[in-house]
């Protein structure tokens, strides 16, 4: 034999043994699902920063989420070094350039110790729910079905959510076996109302009570839309139907489902309180509504029912119009909702002005899940942040923007077995947890370089940013916020249910 044949074949032994290895090995599902070739996926990511030192774009460029965000996810959730040498390559001159103003003094931390960061308040003692709690992390995992999300990936969140001590919302797609992992739960009814329909598609309260029986549900969240796709229904086609999706949503197998643009229980704010209150009482457990903002006359109407009779939802969430989805006319996603600074002082003002702004748990969402954007909404009002794509981001989501095509290539996305196989759920499931942690950990000890014990006693005042004239301004008057309702007061209240 001649030497390039041996050549070869040694090269060709190489790579059989370098894709052997590939499907077998557990950490990154692009090299299961795509042996020897996706070494380049991470080849390139690492010479990534020398490139584009000379061609294409740099950290801060890439959307919904840049090279910096991604970068601060992956290794936070591997627990590697996530820190950034040699000084921020940030532009701090852009208009919205948040600046956190340090203490003189700051806190010194006790431990450093991110096992917990509590809420401060308590979901549902606004309305005396018996399944009243406060949320132990201030840090939650977003909606996301299992249907738009793989059986591993849900997986993943749900451990995850176990390991970190934090609340995983099912998403509308009901719950599945993937679900059952022990991770506490939040249980969305969207209006498709998969794990509470009969056979007719109505809403059914004994097929509710039935879905949430002996599961970890603690709270029950009504969405009335979505900052991606708000006001509009879905499909999910026939082919995607497959058994274990249907009998989580309670539809038959491999028939087209469809979700209508609203609920049909309710269509005005009082029959929507009536509702929230029928399934609080059948239930015991605290009800919230989620909803992106459009029309700001809905928020004022709800908070003055509210204010009336002392019932209504016990949490809101609000969904920026930049937050995330399984699929979306472009339309919906990039022209419809207030994004989420603009949208979140309309609802916390509307309450705020009936003073029920205390006892009422607002969750934000919409591209939170890093330091800045989840303090700044934290300082806005915010009590809760719940986390999305960032939490994709974590089970090793490459940012590829396929989920609505099927082909997403890390099986984070998609309900095709030979991409989902790739993707171990039990390691995934610390990386979740690992993220979350961090987070938490950064967003206190930034709270202690301000010089308060707790994220949600950041004032206003202590943050600047950016104007479009050039000078930094607090965000008091820089941020749609309306100062009136932080008070002292405020504050005092929310230190004093952090120490009780
Ligand atoms: C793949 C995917 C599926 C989603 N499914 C739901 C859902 O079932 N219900 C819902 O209310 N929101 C859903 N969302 C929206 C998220 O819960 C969240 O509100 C939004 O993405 C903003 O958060 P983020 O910026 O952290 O992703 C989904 C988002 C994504 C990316």
Request: aromatic share 8%.
């Given at each position: 034999m001649t030497w390039w044949i041996w050549a070869l074949l040694v090269v060709g032994a190489a790579l059989a043994l370098l894709a052997l290895y590939d499907v077998t090995q557990k950490k990154h599902a692009i090299?299961?699902?795509?042996?020897?070739?996706?070494?380049?996926?991470?080849?390139?990511?690492?010479?990534?920063?020398?490139?584009?030192?000379?061609?294409?774009?740099?950290?801060?460029?890439?959307?919904?989420?840049?090279?910096?965000?991604?970068?601060?996810?992956?290794?936070?959730?591997?627990?590697?070094?996530?820190?950034?040498?040699?000084?921020?390559?940030?532009?701090?001159?852009?208009?919205?350039?948040?600046?956190?103003?340090?203490?003189?003094?700051?806190?010194?931390?006790e431990k450093d110790d991110n096992s917990t960061l509590p809420a401060a308040k308590v979901v549902g003692a606004r309305t005396g729910r018996p399944g009243a709690f406060r949320p132990a992390s201030i840090v939650n995992i977003s909606a996301m079905s299992f249907g738009s999300l793989s059986g591993p990936a849900i997986q993943a969140l749900n451990r995850g959510a176990v390991l970190a001590g934090c609340l995983h919302n099912t998403g509308e797609g009901g719950i599945s076996d993937h679900h059952r992992l022990g991770g506490d739960l939040v249980f969305q009814i969207g209006t498709g109302l998969f794990g509470a329909r009969d056979a007719d598609g109505q809403f059914s309260m004994d097929v509710l009570l039935e879905s949430i029986a002996d599961t970890p549900v603690r709270s029950i969240e009504l969405k009335l839309s979505q900052g991606a796709k708000p006001g509009l229904g879905g499909?999910?086609?026939?082919?995607?139907?497959?058994?274990?999706?249907?009998?989580?949503?309670?539809?038959?197998?491999?028939?087209?489902?469809?979700?209508?643009?609203?609920?049909?229980?309710?269509?005005?704010?009082?029959?929507?309180?009536?509702?929230?209150?029928?399934?609080?009482?059948?239930?015991?457990?605290?009800?919230?509504?989620?909803?992106?903002?459009?029309?700001?006359?809905?928020?004022?109407?709800?908070?003055?029912?509210?204010?009336?009779?002392?019932?209504?939802?016990?949490?809101?969430?609000?969904?920026?119009?930049?937050?995330?989805?399984?699929?979306?006319?472009?339309?919906?996603?990039?022209?419809?909702?207030?994004?989420?600074?603009?949208?979140?002082?309309?609802?916390?003002?509307a309450f705020a002005e009936r003073d029920i702004h205390h006892d009422v748990v607002f969750v934000g969402a919409g591209k939170l899940g890093f330091v800045p954007?989840?303090?700044?909404?934290?300082?806005?009002?915010?009590?809760?942040?719940?986390?999305?794509?960032?939490?994709?981001?974590?089970?090793?989501?490459?940012?590829?923007?396929?989920?609505?095509?099927?082909?997403?290539?890390?099986?984070?996305?998609?309900?095709?077995?030979?991409?989902?196989?790739g993707l171990d759920p039990t390691d995934k499931a610390e990386r979740v947890a690992s993220y979350i942690r961090a987070l938490r950990h950064d967003l206190l000890s930034l709270s202690h370089a301000i010089g308060v014990v707790h994220p949600s006693l950041v004032r206003l005042d202590q943050i600047a940013l950016r104007t479009s004239d050039g000078r930094m301004a607090d965000a008091t008057t820089a941020l749609p916020a309306d100062p009136r309702w932080f008070t002292d007061e405020r504050r005092d209240r929310l230190a004093a249910a952090l120490a009780g």
């Open positions: 090299l299961r699902n795509f042996p020897v070739v996706g070494h380049l996926r991470y080849a390139l990511e690492k010479v990534g920063p020398e490139l584009r030192q000379y061609i294409v774009t740099d950290n801060d460029e890439e959307r919904p989420f840049s090279r910096d965000q991604r970068r601060w996810v992956y290794s936070s959730a591997k627990g590697e070094n996530s820190y950034f040498g040699f000084g921020t390559d940030n532009r701090t001159d852009i208009v919205g350039y948040p600046i956190f103003k340090h203490s003189a003094f700051p806190i010194v931390a499909v999910l086609p026939a082919e995607k139907v497959t058994k274990e999706i249907a009998a989580a949503r309670g539809v038959p197998v491999g028939v087209t489902v469809r979700s209508p643009s609203r609920h049909a229980s309710f269509d005005d704010v009082p029959g929507l309180v009536a509702f929230v209150e029928s399934i609080a009482e059948a239930t015991g457990l605290p009800v919230g509504i989620k909803s992106a903002v459009g029309d700001a006359g809905f928020w004022l109407e709800l908070a003055s029912e509210m204010a009336t009779d002392g019932r209504g939802p016990d949490f809101i969430t609000v969904d920026g119009g930049e937050g995330g989805t399984g699929a979306a006319p472009l339309v919906f996603s990039d022209h419809v909702a207030l994004p989420f600074r603009d949208a979140f002082p309309v609802v916390f003002n954007d989840a303090a700044i909404a934290l300082a806005m009002g915010v009590d809760v942040v719940a986390v999305g794509r960032e939490a994709m981001l974590a089970v090793g989501c490459i940012q590829a923007q396929k989920c609505h095509t099927g082909h997403c290539p890390t099986g984070v996305a998609t309900q095709t077995r030979r991409l989902t196989r």
